[in-house]
């Protein structure tokens, strides 16, 4: 058996001498320090100082001023003035403060070894574990020690207030750099384009840090929407990682070749009406496509980590991570034990929102809506429609929530209302619009419902469905003008209860 080598933990105890005598010579300081240290930040070794610190936050949280008088009387009424040095020790700590000011490298320094320290033990804890056999599930064993190394890491990141004077710099030199544009449909320097020039009017593109949630009922399209975002990112040179819970990657590329080449979908799953024009179109889709930077991971039941791991590799791989799509975000696992699911979406939704910021990426998240959409009279979603968490709504940057018109739906009476009837005439118009932009070919006008956008605007942008072919196309100027058109003659119908 290899013998055990007891190594003296990481501390400073110089440091741990500065920052407790700066606390006893200036109040200041005293409420800084307490605002950033805890006791369990002063080395075991170092006991002394544990319990000197004790007492003074003990002071603090009593009002009581803090000086060596007092620290000795409450050291004395805790019992602890033996192990704390004495009195002696109290003044040599308060006489050896020459200068406040190396207090805040101090203070970092007391606290990263505290880290490391915690680090260590950490990583002890779950070695023994690895040797001690008693690991029932690797993937959760992994996924519980990933948590805690990052709640680790979590605890240093301690932020502090930034002057208006540093803010507005940073922001003067992030507008110079900003480039003139004639048209109010631009997408952001950084941004990542959507493909569809309504849909960047309101959203200037997806940006970095954002989680953007595209969520319908089953069969309005919301798989396809996703992947019409990533290939019109990858087709602007971005970088797509695509996780797809549902769909094999070979069946997600054949609806990107159909897309791409306007040859119906059956046509490549049947074969039926192929011919030598047809097969070089498809041919050169597949070209297209092998050429942009799209990868896919189509694991079943992926676990939350094994996406966030997956993502820092490939942004290592490439160098550059222009968006991620997760379809879709209820099949994701977390390998924990939740008592409800809604609070195993909600670690999955706050994940995916961290992901985003950490990799400076926009997060798209496919979503499902609930079943409270079908007993609307115009079927219309809501952000409170979101299926199994209201973490999703909150997490989320942009909430895009598609909304297909049934025609055929009927009131259950039998008796449509005066503005049923006006709706239904609105819908009916504005579908005859979307036949004439395809002249007369099968599609659907899908709404595309911005009910969320914390930085930009939030309405309607009109797509054009063709199911057959899987992709969403935009509106001409003039169809989409006519299209606004009815949707404001809508509005006028006045105050509905």
């Given at each position: 058996?290899?013998?055990?080598?007891?190594?003296?933990?990481?501390?400073?105890?110089?440091?741990?001498?500065?920052?407790?005598?700066?606390?006893?010579?200036?109040?200041?300081?005293?409420?800084?320090?307490?605002?950033?240290?805890?006791?369990?930040?002063?080395?075991?070794?170092?006991?002394?100082?544990?319990?000197?610190?004790?007492?003074?936050?003990?002071?603090?949280?009593?009002?009581?001023?803090?000086?060596?008088?007092?620290?000795?009387?409450?050291?004395?009424?805790?019992?602890?003035?033996?192990?704390?040095?004495?009195?002696?020790?109290?003044?040599?700590?308060?006489?050896?403060?020459?200068?406040?000011?190396?207090?805040?490298?101090?203070?970092?320094?007391?606290?990263?070894?505290?880290?490391?320290?915690?680090?260590?033990?950490?990583?002890?804890?779950?070695?023994?574990k690895c040797y001690s056999s008693d690991i029932e599930s690797v993937n959760k064993f992994?996924?519980?020690?990933?948590?805690?190394?990052?709640?680790?890491?979590?605890?240093?990141?301690?932020?502090?207030?930034?002057?208006?004077?540093?803010?507005?710099?940073?922001?003067?030199?992030?507008?110079?750099?900003?480039?003139?544009?004639?048209?109010?449909?631009?997408?952001?320097?950084?941004?990542?384009?959507?493909?569809?020039?309504?849909?960047?009017?309101?959203?200037?593109?997806?940006?970095?840090?954002?989680?953007?949630?595209?969520?319908?009922?089953?069969?309005?399209?919301?798989?396809?929407?996703?992947?019409?975002?990533?290939?019109?990112?990858?087709?602007?040179?971005?970088?797509?990682?695509?996780?797809?819970?549902?769909?094999?990657?070979?069946?997600?590329?054949?609806?990107?070749?159909?897309?791409?080449?306007?040859?119906?979908?059956?046509?490549?799953?049947?074969?039926?009406?192929?011919n030598q024009n047809v097969q070089l179109k498809l041919q050169q889709s597949c070209n297209?496509?092998?050429?942009?930077?799209?990868?896919?991971?189509?694991?079943?039941?992926?676990?939350?980590?094994?996406?966030?791991?997956?993502?820092?590799?490939?942004?290592?791989?490439?160098?550059?991570?222009?968006?991620?799509?997760?379809?879709?975000?209820?099949?994701?696992?977390?390998?924990?034990?939740?008592?409800?699911?809604?609070?195993?979406?909600?670690?999955?939704?706050?994940?995916?929102?961290?992901?985003?910021?950490?990799?400076?990426?926009?997060?798209?998240?496919?979503?499902?809506?609930?079943?409270?959409?079908?007993?609307?009279?115009?079927?219309?979603?809501?952000?409170?429609?979101?299926?199994?968490?209201?973490?999703?709504?909150?997490?989320?940057?942009?909430?895009?929530?598609?909304?297909?018109?049934?025609?055929?739906?009927?009131?259950?009476?039998?008796?449509?209302?005066?503005?049923?009837?006006?709706?239904?005439?609105?819908?009916?118009?504005?579908?005859?619009?979307?036949?004439?932009?395809?002249?007369?070919?099968?599609?659907?006008?899908?709404?595309?419902?911005?009910?969320?956008?914390?930085?930009?605007?939030?309405?309607?942008?009109?797509?054009?469905?063709?199911?057959?072919?899987?992709?969403?196309?935009?509106?001409?100027?003039?169809?989409?003008?006519?299209?606004?058109?009815?949707?404001?003659?809508?509005?006028?119908?006045?105050?509905?209860?």
């Amino acid at each position: 058996m290899a013998k055990v080598i007891n190594k003296v933990l990481p501390h400073n105890s110089e440091a741990e001498k500065a920052v407790l005598g700066s606390m006893i010579r200036s109040s200041a300081i005293l409420y800084d320090v307490m605002a950033q240290l805890t006791m369990n930040d002063f080395y075991e070794g170092n006991e002394n100082h544990r319990v000197i610190f004790a007492a003074m936050e003990r002071l603090y949280r009593r009002g009581v001023p803090v000086d060596v008088q007092t620290i000795t009387d409450e050291l004395i009424n805790s019992k602890d003035i033996d192990v704390s040095g004495g009195l002696e020790y109290l003044v040599e700590l308060s006489d050896s403060i020459i200068t406040f000011a190396n207090i805040d490298q101090y203070i970092r320094i007391v606290k990263e070894q505290s880290t490391l320290r915690a680090f260590l033990k950490t990583v002890e804890n779950y070695a023994a574990k690895c040797y001690s056999s008693d690991i029932e599930s690797v993937n959760k064993f992994l996924e519980t020690a990933q948590k805690d190394i990052t709640a680790i890491t979590e605890k240093r990141r301690v932020g502090d207030f930034q002057t208006s004077k540093e803010v507005s710099e940073n922001l003067a030199k992030e507008l110079s750099t900003l480039k003139p544009s004639t048209t109010d449909d631009s997408v952001t320097e950084n941004g990542v384009p959507t493909g569809y020039s309504e849909l960047n009017k309101k959203t200037h593109g997806f940006q970095r840090g954002e989680l953007i949630v595209v969520a319908a009922r089953p069969g309005v399209g919301k798989t396809t929407l996703s992947l019409n975002l990533a290939f019109n990112a990858a087709k602007h040179g971005h970088t797509v990682a695509y996780f797809s819970l549902e769909m094999p990657a070979q069946q997600l590329f054949k609806r990107l070749v159909s897309a791409d080449s306007n040859v119906k979908l059956d046509s490549l799953i049947s074969g039926f009406g192929l011919n030598q024009n047809v097969q070089l179109k498809l041919q050169q889709s597949c070209n297209a496509l092998s050429k942009m930077n799209i990868y896919v991971d189509d694991t079943a039941g992926i676990q939350i980590l094994d996406i966030v791991a997956k993502c820092r590799k490939l942004k290592e791989k490439t160098g550059e991570l222009g968006l991620v799509v997760v379809d879709y975000i209820g099949l994701v696992r977390t390998n924990q034990r939740y008592d409800n699911r809604q609070l195993e979406v909600q670690y999955v939704s706050q994940t995916l929102k961290k992901l985003a910021l950490d990799l400076k990426v926009p997060v798209i998240a496919v979503a499902q809506l609930n079943r409270n959409v079908e007993q609307r009279s115009n079927g219309e979603p809501q952000l409170s429609d979101l299926r199994e968490s209201g973490s999703i709504e909150q997490d989320a940057d942009i909430v895009l929530l598609l909304h297909e018109t049934q025609l055929e739906k009927a009131n259950e009476s039998g008796k449509a209302s005066i503005f049923e009837k006006q709706d239904r005439a609105v819908n009916e118009a504005q579908q005859a619009v979307a036949r004439q932009e395809t002249g007369g070919a099968d599609a659907k006008l899908v709404n595309i419902i911005i009910a969320k956008n914390r930085s930009g605007q939030q309405g309607k942008v009109a797509l054009l469905f063709r199911r057959q072919f899987c992709k969403f196309d935009a509106l001409s100027r003039e169809g989409n003008a006519q299209i606004q058109s009815l949707e404001a003659e809508r509005l006028t119908y006045g105050t509905r209860d």
